[in-house]
């Protein structure tokens, strides 16, 4: 969407402080013991308390409130009472939501607890990937140009980018224009940013993949050559200078 009025700005600060709050509150809560569907109950919980409904349950029907996924599950994972989190365990949550006519979106990998399997080296680089892709980002500004900046990054660090999971545009419902923002210089991409538009930026930065599989499940995503996956993602405004981020409440 286009920010047209104090108005809207503000529905999309209220939409964006939900699930960014909810985010943080569910990174918080995962305790090793605990099952990804109780993580998800909880996160569920919070949404409810607070009057919004989840964006992929709404839009997708999919099995969850929240998309939750571990180790070598890329993204869109089903919250299960079979899925039991364990120390050094590489999560990544995902929290979309809708209120008051609003959409937003955000997600994050984390390890649980200590780092014994070596993953903080990863999300460290898709956390400052994002950084940087964020702060390139004004009106005007090429998205392919964007997606070169973090495809650079990862390769400068070892890793790779997946090539069919993009961040995209959002505001009044959970999918918009533009529908991709790739993590890489996509030459056939000749869009630019717009002012006052509303945009979902996310990394999705690989150990050894670069493109994402479904499995029979129909949601759960892995990579096609293995691996691991760090992912991270704001809900932004862009302007003609720094873009506002609003979901910066859940602290990535």
Request: aromatic share 8%; net charge neutral.
């Given at each position: 969407?286009?920010?047209?009025?104090?108005?809207?700005?503000?529905?999309?600060?209220?939409?964006?402080?939900?699930?960014?709050?909810?985010?943080?509150?569910?990174?918080n809560?995962?305790?090793?013991?605990?099952t990804?569907?109780?993580?998800?109950?909880?996160?569920?919980?919070?949404?409810?308390?607070?009057g919004?409904?989840?964006?992929p349950?709404?839009?997708?029907?999919?099995?969850?409130?929240?998309?939750?996924?571990?180790?070598?599950?890329?993204?869109?994972?089903?919250?299960?009472?079979?899925?039991?989190?364990?120390?050094?365990?590489?999560?990544?949550?995902?929290?979309?939501?809708?209120?008051?006519?609003?959409?937003?979106?955000?997600?994050?990998?984390?390890?649980?607890?200590?780092?014994?399997?070596?993953?903080?080296?990863?999300?460290?680089?898709?956390?400052?990937?994002l950084?940087q892709?964020?702060?390139?980002?004004k009106?005007?500004?090429?998205?392919?140009?964007?997606?070169?900046?973090?495809?650079?990054?990862?390769?400068?660090?070892g890793?790779?980018?997946?090539?069919?999971?993009?961040?995209?545009?959002?505001?009044?419902?959970?999918?918009?224009?533009?529908?991709?923002?790739?993590?890489?210089?996509?030459?056939?991409?000749h869009?630019?940013?717009?002012?006052?538009?509303?945009?979902?930026?996310?990394?999705?930065?690989?150990?050894?993949?670069?493109?994402?599989?479904?499995?029979?499940?129909?949601?759960?995503?892995?990579?096609?050559?293995?691996?691991?996956?760090?992912q991270?993602?704001?809900?932004?405004?862009?302007?003609?200078?720094?873009?506002?981020?609003?979901?910066?409440?859940?602290e990535?």
């Open positions: 969407m286009s920010i047209t009025t104090e108005a809207e700005l503000t529905g999309m600060k209220a939409a964006s402080e939900v699930v960014a709050l909810t985010l943080k509150e569910m990174r809560f995962a305790k090793p013991g605990m990804t569907k109780a993580l998800d109950n909880y996160g569920g919980q919070i949404l409810n308390d607070l919004a409904k989840s964006a349950y709404l839009t997708y029907g999919f099995p969850g409130w929240t998309c939750i996924s571990i180790n070598k599950e890329f993204c869109h994972g089903i919250p299960s009472d079979k899925k039991i989190l364990k120390e050094g365990d590489l999560i990544n949550i995902d929290v979309s939501a809708e209120l008051h006519g609003f959409w937003s979106d955000n997600g994050g990998s984390f390890v649980l607890g200590r780092d014994v399997n070596q993953h903080q080296q990863l999300i460290e680089a898709s956390k400052y990937i950084h892709a964020i702060h390139a980002i009106g005007g500004v090429l998205i392919s140009d964007v997606g070169f900046i973090m495809e650079t990054e990862a390769k400068k660090r890793y790779k980018v997946i090539k069919n999971l993009t961040g995209h545009g959002i505001g009044r419902s959970l999918h918009e224009e533009p529908h991709e923002i790739a993590n890489f210089r996509d030459r056939f991409n869009k630019r940013f717009k002012k006052n538009s509303v945009v979902a930026i996310e990394t999705f930065i690989s150990t050894t993949s670069s493109y994402a599989e479904t499995l029979q499940d129909g949601w759960t995503m892995v990579g096609n050559k293995g691996g691991f996956m760090a991270h993602e704001h809900t932004i405004v862009v302007t003609d200078g720094k873009p506002i981020v609003l979901t910066e409440m859940n990535i």
